[in-house]
């Protein structure tokens, strides 16, 4: 079976060293660029790259710019990686479509924790591929969501979000739980992050949307009734 070939994006060639010592161990394979340009040349070149770890700080083509071309022809995974830690950056991130985005300084053992879980899920398939509720069918396999018949177009976060809510139907779930359920890691950030992508994923479902209640003070449950 071929290997999992991840692209790494950073101008500096000491950290993209220390991202692909870390993913080499976990028997990935990894390919670098060291601006922005490079980096939409390899990923338009090569067909077979799975995940994308994006610097956001380049010279010539920043992140966000890459990000961009990324996202007008694939929803591959994409994590971003930044110097700075001010949560409207961290915002501008998930609305341009990144899956997650980590702050520097960072343990490389989390950030493969992190490409670990969005590779998994990415991939999942299972004979419960499909879950039906209150109008909306929900296809794991085809990584596709349905409204009334009319296919709605959700960022990789939103769908594993979606998924979680469907497959947990009238459960509360708290905050924490959703975070490691749908992140996959311990959190210790702001959840406001969660709140941000129900918002989003609520406006995208229309009157549907309503199917996610919220709890307060403690988190969210989605019900059809």
Known sequence: MDKVKILVVDDEARMRKLVRDFL?????????????????????????????????????????????????????????????????????????????????????????????????????ISEEARIEAGGIILDKAAHTVTIDGEQTELSFKEFELLTYFMENQGLALSREKILNHVWNYDYFGDARTIDTHVKKLRSKMGDKGDYIKTIWGMGYKFETD
Request: glycine share 4%; net charge negative; no cysteine.
């Open 24 to 124: 080499i161990k976990k028997d990935y394979e990894v390919v670098e660029a060291a601006d922005g340009q490079e980096a939409v040349d390899i990923f338009f070149e090569q067909k077979d790259i799975s995940l994308v770890i994006l610097d956001v700080m380049m010279p010539q083509m920043d992140g966000w710019e890459v990000l961009k071309e990324i996202r007008e022809y694939s929803k591959i995974p994409v994590i971003m990686l930044t110097a700075k830690g001010d949560e409207r950056d961290e915002l501008k991130g998930f609305d341009s479509g990144a899956d997650e985005y980590i702050s520097k300084p960072f343990s490389p053992k989390i950030l493969v924790a992190r490409v670990d879980a969005l590779l998994r899920r990415s991939n999942l």
